[in-house]
């Protein structure tokens, strides 16, 4: 069937791949669709299954040769890439060079299509490196900050008369006003819930409704400053309506030895309490440390690495990164991109914006990949076994209700490359020198730091 096929390289991870049938093929996948039609179509004045050949190519002509080209075509590339490596990713479907191929049974058939493949990765050196370590510095307001995160955890919410202030719940509906007055479409927001003083909303419109009474309608203009954290409200200005139908108000409990019983049995004490809060510190630190050592280390060994990411894998993790926005703004996704419209940005700006970090992201993924077959790194079962217990334990599920859940959801591989991982840069961070890095405090390693802070 395949006469010659023909790979050409191009850039980013992106291949030619030229094929040419021979005509005796074709004519043959022509004559066995057409076989296959008069057995099963319809026509006025033929009975089922005895409309002649001729008869079919003169009405249908032009669709049969279109189809045969397309089985042609899929055929063909089947046959193919079960034979070559230069396969497409999962991102990258072939695409044909031509949209207007034509089938003809006196000369061969010639077709061409193009795709991406997995990249090629020329691994640069990743031992007898210098790796800056960071130190993170653990303060009493950060023991502070924990101890009241309890302290929340365990309060309790009551309805509240009076004036909304600073902590309290509010349940309002709220909408943004165009110049006229009116309502813009889709930005209502019905019942939403927040505590004030989070500025946990898309608005931020917290300082404007300090002092509401429940039933209470306000209009005011919020201004967002050119740093605000959600780009297209940046140097922008709102103009909004809150309507405050609901109040409701904390009842702290007192911080003494009796909330530390009743946050856990293992405290006998507000003592026992503050120690374990310090000993929670130290390891989330820890963790974090290693976590930007580790992304130091990958840097170093990035630039001197060669990846030629393909677009398709930058435009699935860009999508990622989209997802996840998405999440944090708690909007629907139309929602988000009317506001993007209405700021004259899109979501193919923020798209471009963010390319710079969905590659990183893609190029340390795939080198530390690289790096476990170079060194040759293994996931006993029995080391799964043992990860999956931990997960089980601190999840409080049975450990075989958990593996049968991941087994039967194929997250195995998941599990197993998380336990590569770690041993490998056990393994990798011992064969380089760690100097002394940055002094960075606690609170900004969590994004709790203000820029008074910094």
């Not at 309608?217 to 400053?225: A, M, Q």
Request: hydrophobic share 35%.
């Amino acid at each position: 069937m395949i006469k010659n096929r023909e790979i050409s390289h191009l850039e980013h991870s992106r291949v030619r791949l030229s094929v040419t049938i021979t005509k005796e093929a074709a004519a043959g996948e022509y004559s066995g669709l057409v076989a296959e039609y008069s057995k099963k179509v319809i026509m006025d004045g033929f009975r089922r299954g005895k409309v002649p050949a001729a008869v079919l190519e003169r009405k249908f002509g032009t669709e049969l040769r279109a189809e045969t080209m397309e089985n042609l075509i899929e055929k063909s590339l089947k046959s193919i890439f079960e034979e070559i490596e230069e396969r497409p990713i999962m991102y990258s479907s072939p695409e044909l060079e031509k949209d207007d191929y034509r089938l003809s049974f006196e000369e061969d058939f010639s077709f061409a299509v193009s795709y991406d493949i997995f990249p090629k990765i020329e691994l640069g050196p990743y031992t007898g490196l210098s790796v800056a370590e960071p130190e993170i510095v653990i303060s009493p307001e950060d023991e502070a900050h924990e101890l009241e995160a309890l302290v929340e955890q365990n309060s309790f919410i009551v309805e509240k008369d009076g004036e909304a202030a600073i902590g309290d719940t509010l349940t309002a509906t709220c909408w943004e006003m165009d110049e006229a007055g009116g309502e813009v479409p889709l930005s209502r927001r019905q019942d939403f819930t927040f505590t004030l003083g989070s500025e946990d909303n898309l608005y931020a419109f917290d300082d404007s409704v300090v002092g509401m009474k429940k039933g209470e309608k306000r209009e005011f203009t919020k201004e967002y400053p050119a740093d605000y954290k959600f780009e297209a409200f940046a140097g922008k200005s709102k103009r909004l309506s809150f309507e405050l139908t609901g109040l409701r108000e904390k009842k702290r409990p007192e911080v003494n030895d009796e909330l530390a019983q009743d946050i856990s049995d293992e405290y006998k004490s507000l003592d026992d309490l503050t120690k374990d809060i310090r000993r929670r510190l130290e390891e989330a630190a820890a963790a974090r440390k290693r976590q930007l050592t580790i992304e130091a280390f990958m840097g170093l060994v990035a630039e001197k690495s060669v990846i030629d990411l393909p677009e398709s894998m930058i435009r699935a993790e860009e999508e990622n990164l989209w997802q996840r926005f998405l999440s944090q703004v708690r909007v629907s996704e139309a929602r988000l991109e009317e506001i993007l419209e209405l700021e004259n940005s899109s979501r193919a700006a923020l798209m471009e914006k963010w390319r710079p970090d969905a590659e990183k992201s893609l190029k340390f993924q795939l080198l530390i990949g690289e790096l476990i077959k170079a060194e040759k790194v293994e996931a006993s079962a029995e080391e799964v076994d043992a990860n999956l217990s931990e997960r089980a334990k601190s999840l409080r599920m049975d450990f075989d209700e958990l593996k049968t859940y991941y087994t039967k959801n194929n997250m195995l591989d998941s599990v197993r490359h998380d336990i590569q991982e770690k041993k490998l840069f056990d393994e990798l961070l011992g064969k380089n020198t760690l100097t002394k890095g940055e002094s960075i405090s606690y609170a900004k390693i969590v994004g709790r730091e203000t820029k008074a802070d910094e």
